[in-house]
C-alpha cells in the first residue's frame, strides 16, 4: 500500500491538538478488527490522514450515540458506531460482508 501523497506541512499554519480516547483491551482489539476488515475488504484505498471535517462528523456522531443510547462514556459510544458499522459492512462496499 502506497502512502497519501501530501503537500508540505509548514508548522507555523497548524495548530497541533492531541484528542485522546481512552479504551478497554477488548474494546481497542474489537475496533483494530473491524479497522483491518474495511481495510482489507472495502474498495478505495486507507487514508490515515483526515481532514479537520471528517473529525468532527466523528465527534458529532459520537455525541448522538452517546444522546441516544444514554450513555456518557466516549468509548462505549464508539462501541456503538463500531455496532452499526459492522451491520452495515456491505453498504460501504465490503466485499463478502
Known amino acids: 500500500m502506497n502512502p497519501p501523497e501530501l503537500d508540505p506541512l509548514s508548522e507555523s ?3 497541533y ?13 474489537r475496533a ?3 479497522f483491518d476488515k474495511v ?13 479537520r471535517v471528517e473529525y468532527d462528523r466523528l465527534l458529532d456522531a459520537l ?3 452517546n444522546e441516544r443510547a ?3 462514556n ?8 463500531l455496532d452499526v458499522a459492522e451491520r452495515h459492512l456491505d453498504e ?4 463478502d460482508a
Not at 491538538?17 to 482489539?29: K, M, T, W
Not at 481495510?39 to 481532514?51: D, H, M, P, S, Y
Not at 462505549?76 to 458506531?81: K, V
Not at 460501504?92 to 466485499?95: D, S, V, Y
Open 13 to 15: 499554519q497548524l495548530e
Open 17 to 29: 491538538r492531541i484528542v485522546s480516547i481512552a479504551f478497554l483491551p477488548d474494546e481497542v482489539e
Open 32 to 34: 483494530e478488527r473491524l
Open 39 to 51: 481495510i482489507r475488504e472495502c474498495l478505495g484505498e486507507a487514508t490515515w490522514v483526515n481532514r
Open 63 to 65: 455525541t448522538v450515540a
Open 70 to 72: 444514554g450513555v456518557k
Open 74 to 81: 466516549t468509548a462505549t459510544a464508539f462501541g456503538l458506531l
Open 92 to 95: 460501504i462496499g465490503a466485499k
